[in-house]
């Protein structure tokens, strides 16, 4: 439980695991800056903003909340990620909000719901890709 926590908690292992992330670099204590290329649908680009650690218990729970804006419009929200575990199991539970402004919420009010379980999906294949795989 101790080594997944740690990548969840990792800039260069998120950056290599959310698809679209070129760059997660930390900025102080639990924060870092951000540039994601993403897109829901036809609206596709390039935000940049900043994430923030929060309520942190190592090894078992962590909140996340990121902000971030682009030609494609802003998003902004948070997301709780709960690990349990034992032995060499672990399992993560997660629950996360997004609201989206701009051209992007058009498209994303269709969308979002779909284009979220995608982009978890492949969250979650390069996790294990990477030697970490966990339950959900």
């Known amino acids: 439980m101790d080594r997944v926590y740690h990548a969840l908690t990792d800039p260069e292992v998120l950056c290599k695991c959310i698809p ?3 760059k997660l670099v930390s900025t102080g204590d639990n924060t870092f800056e951000a540039v994601l290329a993403v897109g829901v649908g036809p609206v596709k680009g390039k ?11 190592p090894p078992s729970h962590y909140k996340l909340v ?5 030609g494609p419009g802003f998003a902004k929200g948070n997301a709780e990620f709960n690990l349990t575990g034992a032995d060499a199991q672990t399992s993560l539970h997660y629950i996360a ?18 284009t979220a379980q995608m982009l978890a999906g492949r969250f979650f294949a390069a996790l294990e890709k990477n030697g970490l795989g966990v339950g959900g």
Not at 66 to 70: A, I, M, S, V
Not at 97 to 114: D, E, F, K, T
């Open 20 to 22: 679209g992330c070129e």
């Open 97 to 114: 909000q997004v609201n989206v402004g701009g051209p992007l919420a058009g498209v994303a009010q269709r969308m979002i719901h779909a």
């Open 66 to 70: 990121f902000e971030g804006k682009g």
């Open 47 to 57: 935000f940049t903003g900043h994430v923030r650690l929060e309520d942190t218990a």
